[in-house]
């Protein structure tokens, strides 16, 4: 699940619980990562043994480096990104152009 923390943190953490409580397995990196291994690699690697990225977009998620990075990895590794709008909605004019062709999941 890719996220930003300022904004998104919160929602994040209730609809991985959620998609677990469905027996979907869900990594989050605040539930799931371990400590003395770099994040970048244990993100990089979850989301290559993953069929689907589940974004959840807010303008903080828009804004951030992090984020854009994991969406990259996944599209570049063939891993469908699926975007959940965040609360409060993102602006969609700032949203990429192929992100924007997407379904969106409320």
Known sequence: MSYARRDGGTQARELA???RDDG???YLDRL???????????????IRRSRFLVLVLTQGA??????????QVARR?????LPVKGTPEP??????RWMSELHWYD
């Open 77 to 81: 590794e063939g891993v469908t990104v």
């Open 17 to 19: 619980l959620a998609l």
């Open 62 to 71: 828009l804004a951030s480096e992090v984020a854009e990075w994991e969406w």
């Open 32 to 46: 799931d990562m371990r400590g003395g291994i770099g994040w970048r690699p244990q993100l990089a690697e979850a």
């Open 24 to 26: 979907l397995e869900v």
């Open 91 to 96: 602006d969609f004019a700032a949203v990429p």
